[in-house]
């Protein structure tokens, strides 16, 4: 057999069934074990939530055009930043990139027909929609209002649905348990035969950091949700003042979580940029290690810097020098990796398709997202700045302008393998500027209301701020159309996207060596492993019309050819 | 609804208030080393992404040419020489930090602390003589040191042209010192007929998050019902004088005013007026008193319990242990006072009739007065 007939063999045919035809029924999907479809849900779940939150950030923005009240009151006001900011980071950043994209590429990448427990992936699904269901509770019962921080005493003290948005909480850390555990089963049992650690695709190495966290912090938020659960019904007085309590500790409790958390959002968007800067510009990546140690060196750091939320806390002078020096020691694995990224672009062959143009704009927000912790890591400008609209700015250039923009890249990269489906170019570069000059017209006046000392989380402010304000709100306006352009030519491919064939980028990384979309089995054939970023080992094939591995020139004797397997 | 407000005095740089303190120039100073350090990484960063973009696009085959994929000499130096810069910042930083929270000698002194009481929804300034005022009143170049507690949830202590920030605790205290700068004095920001004069006070902010009234503890134009009058709420002063004389500007002589003025002193400086109206106006978070009325015939409603009258011994425990009856519709946030009986009976008489003073007699005279009839009575017995 030739070389041309066992691609044509391997990749030429499209199979009659994939992961979303192979069954139907609304069952079919509810008690699915596949991570597929688990992947496919946790994301129409999130981007759920994402709108719903974003729709909170549009009114508050809204709210914010003028000084004084228009239409929400001061506690409506409280009740819909705290909304925003609790959906967004609980049920939608923390589980977006992990839960919904890592869920489907990571088995693939691997090689593998499924992660490690199927059944433990699913029930974390469940967990999800029931934290999620909680926080609806919340939501139509009587909100929430005391920022997604739950700060003592105040959390103690209000009369809104700390309970039900707690017990959401807990819940939803377990769901973020059970995948990280997942992951970490599933990489270190279920890599291919000649995948080593240095052979694994840089995603899996920052979803595999990702995961060490994720099963190592979340615990403590668990553990202080419950002793601020029985703060409320039972008065324990760990935390209230009143009873002899510390809400200083409480501050501690919540960040020692919520700081590795932090990574638990950003470090799979840096392992998605890693993966779109390579294959968008078909060069191997640069410094591999160096970002795959950077990966490990953060996740480790994520651990000890928690007290740098509370420089103003009251917390000793040695410790807040302490916490600021590891801060610093953090900016440079971040660093290491925005050099690694733009040197992987020399020399390469870029191609600015909607994954590379959302890549590209991470690299950019990303840097102002990062260089402008370092004032806020230095103490004595960080006085100043500290929990003003300064805060506000770094921390969603960094969420918003790195995760999201990196969620959003890796949804456009994958979303051919996902549904088969090509969507429009022009349509996602277009969403894909609109989004990044909305993003910055948002949230950049807000770097300059901040250090002329805007406090954050005010319903009303003073006139002088309106002009920042009103550029911010304008800006927040053309972000959602941006994001709206986004979904509309994702689903519109839905119906009218060409299909796509198994590779349509000429990735070298396993989940583009079986077909779009996979098939129930994932892989039809064994794999053929070569180095995730050895963009010689895939070729351009006239025939499959798509990129398939080069395949070892047959020998005499007729080679061990990969046999396709039989699928049931 | 106005949507563009008139614009209003914005002073200090293009990103900073007024450096109005000792800290501010240490501050603006290091923002600047690092801002400028991050803009050119920034550009140096961003210039070769887009170039590369530009240069390197794909033409015509999908392979590029051979480049390396890795360099220890650059990987290692662009690890390790950026890190001399964040060590720079640190130590600075630290030194900047340690000398905010190190008070000199002078200002830890006791005739120079100034008690900060943060409350929902207010400040309060207790000075070395006993003065209480919701305005505060500094001496320029005098280093003072701001002894901070909070009475109910958290509050953050923030004067932005001062570079201060230091967060308030309930059940501890925290503090912090300033030496102010520049003067800001109340006939700058207020003219002679009462309107808003052409500067405003230095701005204090509570910024850390403590419920519904959250915004309105800071530094605010409070414009009356004419729209041309009005006061500011919570100002920040400095004058050019000695830490002594400032008392001239706090001293309260109860004597010299009627029982109402009295009532109405204490009512403002206690900062009674951040969630109790006594005008026409919004809601705010507790009753407005204008529209209370009072009485042992007037009945009023509790969240719980039997209803009551709207006596002046209901008014005493609605002060003094406030959380012990709550009217209703009303949050149970009032904090817990505990008055005198005779700055009570100011408050009561001053709340009673917020509008008027139904008895403009000095305090002093009015003993005389009663001392004057209780001897014509006794003459005529």
């Not at chain 1, 909480?169 to 348990?177: M, Y």
């Not at chain 1, 590209?360 to 400008?381: A, K, V, Y």
């Not at chain 2, 910024?207 to 134009?221: L, V």
């Not at chain 2, 406030?322 to 100011?346: A, I």
């Amino acid at each position: 057999m030739s070389i041309a007939q066992q691609k044509e063999k391997l990749f030429g045919h499209a199979p009659e069934e994939n992961f979303l035809t192979e069954s139907k029924g609304w069952k079919s999907w509810f008690f699915t074990l596949d991570h597929k479809r688990i992947g496919i849900m946790y994301l129409i779940g999130v981007m759920a939530a994402f709108a719903l939150a974003g729709i909170f950030a549009l009114i508050l923005r809204a709210e914010l055009f003028t000084p004084n009240q228009m239409f929400l009151s001061n506690t409506n006001y409280n009740k819909m930043f705290t909304l925003h900011g609790a959906i967004m980071v609980f049920v939608f950043i923390i589980p977006s990139i992990p839960a919904a994209l890592g869920n489907f590429v990571l088995p693939i990448m691997l090689g593998a027909k499924d992660v490690a427990f199927p059944r433990l992936n699913l029930a974390s699904f469940y967990l999800w929609m029931l934290g999620t269901i909680f926080f609806i509770f919340a939501m139509v019962s009587t909100q929430l209002d005391t920022g997604w921080t739950f700060y003592t005493p105040y959390s103690v003290q209000t009369s809104s649905a700390v309970i039900s948005a707690l017990t959401g909480v807990f819940i939803l850390g377990f769901s973020s348990i059970f995948t990280g555990l997942n992951f970490i089963v599933t990489v270190n049992t279920m890599r291919p035969p000649g995948m080593t650690w240095f052979k694994m695709p840089l995603l899996l190495w920052a979803l595999y950091s990702t995961a060490l966290i994720q099963v190592l912090a979340t615990p403590v938020l668990a553990i202080t949700g419950l002793l601020l659960l029985g703060e409320r019904t039972l008065g324990l007085g760990i935390f209230d003042p009143a009873l002899g309590g510390d809400p200083v500790l409480f501050q501690h409790f919540f960040w020692f979580y919520s700081h590795p958390a932090v990574y638990i959002m950003i470090l799979p968007a840096m392992g998605i940029i890693s993966e779109l800067i390579s294959v968008h510009s078909q060069k191997k990546i640069f410094g591999y290690e160096f970002i795959a140690y950077s990966s490990i060196a953060i996740a480790i750091l994520s651990f000890l810097v928690w007290g740098h939320h509370m420089f103003t806390s009251g917390q000793s002078e040695m410790l807040i020098l302490i916490f600021s020096a590891l801060t610093f020691s953090v900016a440079v694995p971040s660093a290491v990796k925005v050099f690694n990224w733009v040197a992987t672009l020399y020399k390469g062959s870029i191609v600015l398709t909607t994954p590379m143009c959302y890549a590209l704009s991470f690299i950019f927000l990303f840097g102002i997202g990062g260089l402008t912790g370092l004032p806020l890591g230095t103490l004595s400008t960080d006085i100043h700045l500290h929990d003003t609209y300064y805060v506000v700015a770094h921390f969603h250039y960094v969420m918003v302008g790195g995760t999201l923009i990196a969620f959003l890249g890796g949804v456009f990269h994958w979303w051919p393998k996902m549904f088969g489906r090509m969507y429009s170019e022009k349509g996602g570069q277009l969403g894909a500027l609109i989004v990044f000059i909305g993003f910055n017209l948002t949230f950049f006046p807000q770097f300059i209301m901040g250090s002329r000392g805007m406090p954050r989380r005010y319903a009303r402010y003073d006139p002088e701020f309106q002009i920042f304000h009103q550029v911010s709100t304008i800006g927040s306006l053309v972000l959602g159309v941006g994001l709206a352009i986004a979904a509309y030519v994702l689903l519109v491919s839905l119906w009218r996207g060409k299909r796509a064939t198994g590779n349509p980028w000429g990735a070298a990384t396993l989940e583009f060596q079986c077909c779009s979309p996979p098939t129930f089995h994932n892989f039809e054939h064994e794999v053929i492993l070569h180095d995730p970023y050895d963009f010689e080992a895939i070729e351009f094939d006239e025939k499959v019309d798509g990129y398939v591995p080069v395949l070892p020139e047959p020998a005499e004797e007729p080679a061990p050819v990969p046999e396709p397997v039989e699928s049931n | 609804m106005v949507l563009f407000a008139q614009e209003t005095s914005r002073e200090g740089t293009f990103s900073f208030p007024l450096p109005a303190s000792n800290f501010a120039a240490d501050v603006d100073g290091m923002y600047a080393f690092i801002f400028w350090i991050s803009l050119f990484f920034f550009v140096v960063i961003n210039v070769c992404m887009f170039y590369f973009v530009y240069k390197y696009r794909r033409k015509d085959s999908r392979l590029p040419e051979k480049s390396p994929s890795h360099h220890m000499g650059i990987e290692l130096a662009w690890t390790i020489l950026p890190s001399f810069l964040l060590v720079y910042m640190f130590v600075v930083g630290a030194f900047g930090y340690l000398d905010m929270r190190t008070p000199p000698e002078a200002a830890a002194a006791v005739e120079r602390t100034i008690d900060v009481k943060a409350f929902k929804y207010g400040w309060q300034f207790i000075y070395p003589n006993g003065d209480i005022t919701t305005e505060l009143h500094l001496a320029k170049d005098v280093p003072v040191r701001f002894r901070i507690k909070a009475e109910d949830a958290l509050h953050s202590f923030f004067i932005r042209e001062f570079r201060v920030k230091m967060d308030c605790v309930p059940g501890r205290f925290t503090e912090c010192w300033v030496t102010p700068r520049m003067t800001r004095t109340p006939d700058e920001t207020l003219n002679k007929d009462g309107s808003r004069g052409s500067l405003e006070p230095f701005h204090l902010a509570c910024s850390e998050y403590c419920g519904e009234g959250h915004s309105q503890m800071r530094t605010e134009w409070k414009a009356n019902p004419d729209g041309k009058t009005g006061s500011w709420a919570f100002p920040v002063y400095v004058h050019d004088c000695s830490f002594d004389e400032l008392a001239t500007f706090t001293n309260w002589k109860p004597q010299e005013n009627s029982r109402w003025e009295n009532g109405q002193f204490y009512f403002k400086a206690y900062g009674c007026v951040g969630c109790h109206n006594i005008e026409d106006g919004p809601q705010k978070v507790g009753p407005n008193f204008k529209a209370v009325n009072w009485g042992s015939n007037v009945m009023r409603q509790f969240e719980e319990g039997p209803d009551a009258p709207a006596d002046d011994d209901y008014i005493r425990e609605s002060i003094n242990y406030s959380t012990k009856r709550v009217v209703k519709g009303y949050p149970n946030q009032m904090p817990k006072f505990n008055f005198d009986d005779e700055k009570l009976s100011y408050l009561i008489d001053f709340i009673k009739s917020p509008a008027s003073d139904p008895n403009p007699t000095k305090v002093k005279d009015l003993k005389k007065e009663t001392a004057k009839t209780t001897d014509s009575q006794s003459a005529e017995q």
